[in-house]
Structures are given as C-alpha cells and as structure tokens.
C-alpha cells in the first residue's frame, strides 16, 4: 500500500511539476492565504470559495494593477502554463464587463524588469459565477529565477475572489516532428487493401498497380480578394482553383463593404467569384456576418444608431446575408473577433445580445455551420483561456455554435513553439467543438525561414485531432496584407518562393499519396496508407495499361479493399 502511494506521488509529480505553494488558498495564516501578498492591497481569505475551504478576496484596491500575488520559482528559458478561477462578485454602475489579467512579473539579470501577460479576459460579469482563466509564459532566457503571479485589471471598486491557482512547467515536446508524422498517419490518412487475383504463369513483374489521389478531402483553403479573383491578374485566380479544395472571400461579404448606404447593397463583388469557386469544386467560408469590436467595422450609417433601431438594423443584416447565402457557403464567421469589443452590446443594452445575432443566424440557415472567429488565440497566449470561457457560454446557450475559429496571424516575424502551440491547442480543444484555423498568415523577413516555420506550424496543426481545416490568409505579395514579407507567391513575376515551395511540397507530395507497386515486389496482397481523399487505381501488364480495371473510390476514415483479376 505505501509502496503504491509513492509510486502514485511520483507519477503525479513527473506529470504535474506544480511550481506555486498554496494554490488552492488551504492554507491561512492570520486570515490570509499562506505565502500570498497583494501588490499595495490586502488578500484575505474567505469561505466563498471555488473547491475547498477558502479562497482569496482582495480588498482596498485603488489601480487596476494592484491585485493578488504570490512568488514563484523558473527556470530561465523554459515554458509554463499558468491557470485560475476568479468570479465577480459585484459590478461597478455603468459597465456591461469586466476585465482581468494573469501577470507574470520576472526580473532580468540587468537589474530590468519585464511583464508577460499570460491571460487577459475583457467579458467577465457577476452572473458567469466562477470562471477559468488560462495561458501560458515563456521565461526570458536572461531572467532571474524568481517571478511573481498577479490577477488584476479589474476596476477599482469592484469584488472578485480568485481560487485554484496552478503554474506548472511545461514539458518541452522534442520529438514532435516524429510523433506529428505518426498523428498525421493516424489521423489523416487510411489503409488502402489491394488484392489482385491472377493466374500462377502470369509473371508478377510484369503487373504494377498504380495508385493515384486525385483530390484530398481534408480542407486546406485560401482567403480571397474577389476583384482580384474576378477581373484581375488569371495566375491569382488559376493557383487558388489549382492548389485549394476551400476558399472565403477577405472583404466582399463583409456588412461595411457590402451595403455602404442602408439598403443598397452589392451583392455580386462576394457572390460572382463565389459562384465561380463552387464551379471547381471549392467549398466557401462565408466571413463575417457581423463585427463589432469598435464601431470601425461597422457601416457609416450603423455608427449613430442605438437600442431597437440597431437591433432592427442588425436583424436585417442578419436574415438577408444568411438566407441568400443560404446553398453558397458551408461556414459562417457570425460575429467577428467578440472577445475584444462589444459595440453592439453595448449600443443595445444587452450583455447577451452576440448570443441572440449567433442565434438568428443559426435559425436562418440550420444547415450552415456557424462559429465564433478570434485572434490571439493561438498565437499569442492572452485570448486562449477567454476563448474557451465563450465558446462554452455559447455552447450551453444552445445557439448552434458549432466551430470555433481561430485566425492565426503569427505577424511579428516569429511562432511558438510546438511545445505552446500544441498546448494552446489542446486547451480550445477542452471545449469539445471542431477548431479550425482560419486566417493563417506568418511574416518573416528570410522565405527560406518562412519555409520552416509554415512547415512547423502546418504540422502541429495537421496533427492535433480537433483541427478540422486550415485556411490561410492570402499568398500573392502585391496584394497580400501582410505583404511580401508574408508571400508565398512574389511580385508581379508570380514567383512560387520557397516558403510556398515548401507548403505546395507538403500538400501535394508529402500529404498526398501516389503509389506505383509491382507485384514481384509486394505481393498479390497489400496495403497503403493513403491520405483522405478521392483515388484513381490502374494496373498495367507488360507496360500497358488495362483500361478497363480502371477503378475510383472515396477514401473517408475506414479502410477501403480494391479488389483487381488480371489481366
Ligand atoms: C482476394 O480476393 C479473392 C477474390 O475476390 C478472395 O477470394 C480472397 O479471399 C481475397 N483475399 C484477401 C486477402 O482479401
Ligand atoms: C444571458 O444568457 C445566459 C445563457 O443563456 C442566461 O443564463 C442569462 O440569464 C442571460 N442573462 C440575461 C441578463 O438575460
Ligand atoms: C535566410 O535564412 C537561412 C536559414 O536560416 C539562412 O541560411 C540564409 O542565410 C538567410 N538568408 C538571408 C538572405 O539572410
């Protein structure tokens, strides 16, 4: 018996590495968590708590900055996951939300100080009760070995208690360029049995079977500027039909664009090149139905107005876009970017009302698959844990939210690591609803480094079982918005550089399957992997093809058998 709790210690320690003493707020001392200050406040601990006995309520807080904290141990270099449940207990008059950050300050040994935002939630009311908050920090490499945790933001004058909290290092995934091959085999790809019958004089070398995919069925999509696509360049248009079985349009659908005046609306500029996209057989996004982080977004003439005269506005909106676009598109982005702004609720009073828009939408086209759409999310860490907080306010609101979406600008020349992208993955993946990646875009100044790091995260991606599809955000330099430096496509030669070499290479050769067996070398009996998709099998004897064993099928998730006799 003792000899198991040891081992059962020793297992949760190798798993958990919990790096805070008092987390949980169990322990008080003179009425106070044990180990716990309050940056120029004071904690106390009270019964009100999240799991246990107790947690922390701060009081006499006079800045947002000031708020709970205690001390931690790093190391240098390495990554961390910090979590938390905080809960409002009353609102300040005049605010529909609150706000709150985890943050990591860690001194450097330049005597300098540095402060990382791990988590920062900007939707917080009294009646969401307990909420978690998560993310993740790397430690500078020239840090100091000691860090302080605090939860602040909220505005002075308001209650929140805070329980549970956990900072735990992250193991460094080393071996994740074999194991995403190995997930991307496992996930992506099923077995392909060939069985050839033939007579024993028949010489196997003489028979080959071929194995062609024609089509990959996992969405791999591109956003779209229509002009371009319509009338402009014939290169943009042909390497967006060749190359992506997806697309969404970048502007065209949006409400801003498409009705400047109130109720002159330009319908054609989003739907002619949408119709031409599903004539090759691309599916379409459509992107957005509404965006309301700041009235910016918005069209001029929605700017002034309030109350029933928006939500009558919004409404229209609403029900026109979805219902004509009802056999067009296969997705909607409902409302744009909702964890950072909200003019809407705001401008009609209701802290509820993204939940009354996502539900209309659901309403007007069942059968479109509706989601929230955000950033930094994966490639920062502040918005992962807020986003899950949403999606799951969403989902038990039961307003058909089915994806959620996740842009993916990694725009300031770097990426995370597979060790945090991996883990921010698979803390929106908590959620239980299918991710997908939809505005993929990575900027660096080198293509060759550009390569590596489209490779890199085009992996982690691919492998992580709740990605559904990925979507990126443009490829021709000239018109791209994040420009050249962004490209996979450059200049006004149309060049493929190597970092659209290397993603082109990943799509159609290395995640693609083309087999060529001879039967002298692999049997009358065999398998291949082969990734999801449509195939074309052929057999020849003697170099010539057998026309008429020509065969096509769909490989979905389950093995498929082909069965031959030859000749
Ligand atoms: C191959 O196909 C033949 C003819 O349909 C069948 O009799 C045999 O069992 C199959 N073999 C395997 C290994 O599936
Ligand atoms: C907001 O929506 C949630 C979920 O449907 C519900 O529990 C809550 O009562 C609503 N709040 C208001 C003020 O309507
Ligand atoms: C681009 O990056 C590669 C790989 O890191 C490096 O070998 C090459 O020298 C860089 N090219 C330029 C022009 O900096």
Redesign the pocket.
């Known amino acids: 018996m003792l000899s198991l709790v040891l081992l059962l210690c020793l297992v949760s320690t190798s798993l958990s590495q919990e790096v805070l003493q008092n987390g949980d707020m169990e322990s008080v001392t003179s009425g106070i968590p044990t180990g716990w200050g309050c940056n120029k406040c004071v904690s106390s601990a009270t019964n009100m708590s999240h799991s246990g006995q107790s947690a922390l309520l701060p009081s006499g807080r006079t800045a947002r900055w000031q708020g709970p904290s205690h001390k931690i141990d790093v190391e240098p270099g390495k990554f961390y996951k910090a979590s938390l449940w905080v809960r409002l207990v009353n609102d300040v008059s005049g605010e529909m939300f609150q706000s709150a950050k985890i943050v990591i300050n860690v001194g450097l040994l330049d005597g300098t100080k540095t402060r990382l935002t791990v988590a920062r939630d900007r939707r917080i009311r009294v009646e969401d009760g307990w909420i978690q908050m998560k993310g993740d920090f790397t430690v500078p490499s020239n840090a100091k070995t000691t860090a302080k945790i605090t939860v602040n933001d909220f505005l002075p004058g308001v209650d929140f208690l805070v329980d549970d909290v956990s900072v735990q290092q992250l193991v460094e995934w080393t071996t994740w360029r074999q194991d995403t091959d190995v997930s991307i085999t496992s996930l992506r790809t099923s077995k392909i049995?060939v069985?050839v019958?033939l007579p024993d004089n028949i010489d196997r070398s003489d028979v080959r079977v071929v194995i062609l995919q024609k089509k990959k069925s996992y969405p791999f999509g591109m956003a779209i500027n229509s002009d371009e696509y319509t009338q402009g360049e014939p290169k943009y248009r042909d390497f967006v039909n060749q190359h992506f079985n997806w697309a969404v349009t970048k502007n065209s659908l949006k409400w801003k664009i498409m009705e400047r005046k109130q109720g002159e609306r330009n319908y054609d500029r989003a739907f002619i090149p949408i119709n031409t996209l599903k004539s090759h057989g691309i599916k379409v996004r459509g992107h957005n139905i509404v965006w309301g982080t700041t009235d910016q977004h918005v069209p001029d003439w929605v700017k002034p107005l309030y109350g029933d005269d928006l939500r009558q506005a919004v409404t229209t909106r609403v029900t026109d876009i979805v219902s004509k676009t009802r056999d067009m598109v296969e997705h909607w982005d409902v409302n744009n970017e909702i964890l950072h702004g909200y003019f809407f609720e705001k401008r009609v009073n209701n802290a509820n009302y993204s939940l009354d828009i996502f539900s209309l939408a659901h309403q007007t086209a069942p059968n479109v698959k509706m989601f929230l759409n955000d950033y930094n999310v994966l490639s920062k860490s502040y918005s992962t844990g807020a986003y899950v907080t949403q999606a799951l306010q969403f989902q038990a609101a039961g307003v058909g939210l089915y994806g959620i979406g996740a842009q993916c600008h990694f725009n300031d020349g770097t990426i995370p690591s597979p060790t945090i992208l991996k883990a921010r993955l698979d803390t929106l993946a908590e959620v239980g609803l299918p991710i997908w990646v939809t505005e993929l875009s990575i900027v660096s100044d080198n293509y060759t480094k550009l390569a590596d790091m489209f490779e890199t995260v085009l992996r982690v991606l691919y492998a992580h079982p709740a990605v559904e599809g990925i979507m990126f955000w443009g490829f021709w330099g000239p018109i791209h918005g994040y420009g050249e430096q962004a490209a996979l496509v450059s200049g006004p030669e149309f060049t493929i550089n190597a970092a659209g070499e290397r993603v082109l290479d990943l799509f159609e050769n290395q995640w693609m399957t083309r087999k060529y067996r001879k039967l002298s070398l692999f049997g009358d009996?065999f398998s291949v992997d082969g990734f999801h998709g449509d195939y074309l099998v052929k057999v020849t004897y003697q170099g010539q093809e057998l026309v008429d064993k020509r065969t096509t099928f769909t490989l979905g998730s389950s093995p498929h058998?082909v069965?031959l006799?030859v000749p």
């Open positions: 049995n069985n019958t009996q058998t069965t006799s």
